[in-house]
């Protein structure tokens, strides 16, 4: 099973800049892909931003054009570099990895214990 802990969450002024990382542990064949969430007081969890194991991102449109998510394969580390940051960006964000047990097995998902950003003056 695949571990994750988050780190770089904190408090930021809007417009500043925070990077969150996202490293894995454990024992298992493969990472399919890795992604970042986020859960704002009183909604729903919504996407981030994703990363397959080639390099290919998706982002939420909220998000494009100010954060980055970017993997290093071989630190089995995935990291969002959030720029511009806004108020609306404040949530607890959550790590989330694809991976798979053994290579005949569908892929199951893994959380991360989430780290809190909060972006106010």
């Known amino acids: 099973q695949v571990q994750l802990v988050e780190s770089g969450g904190g408090l930021v002024q809007p417009g500043g800049s925070l990077r969150l990382s996202c490293a894995t542990s454990g024992s298992y064949f493969s990472i399919d892909s890795m992604g970042w969430y986020r859960q704002a007081p009183g909604k729903q969890r919504e996407l981030v931003a994703t990363i397959s194991s080639r390099g290919s991102t998706n982002y939420a449109d909220s998000v494009k054009g100010r954060f980055t998510i970017s993997r290093d394969n071989a630190k089995n580390t995935v990291y969002l570099q959030m720029n511009s940051l806004k108020p609306d960006d404040t949530a607890v964000y959550y790590c989330?990895?694809?991976?798979?047990?053994?290579?005949?097995?569908?892929?199951?998902?893994?959380w991360g214990q989430g780290t809190r950003v909060t972006v106010s003056s």
């Open positions: 989330n990895a694809l991976y798979r047990r053994t290579q005949f097995e569908l892929p199951s998902d893994s």
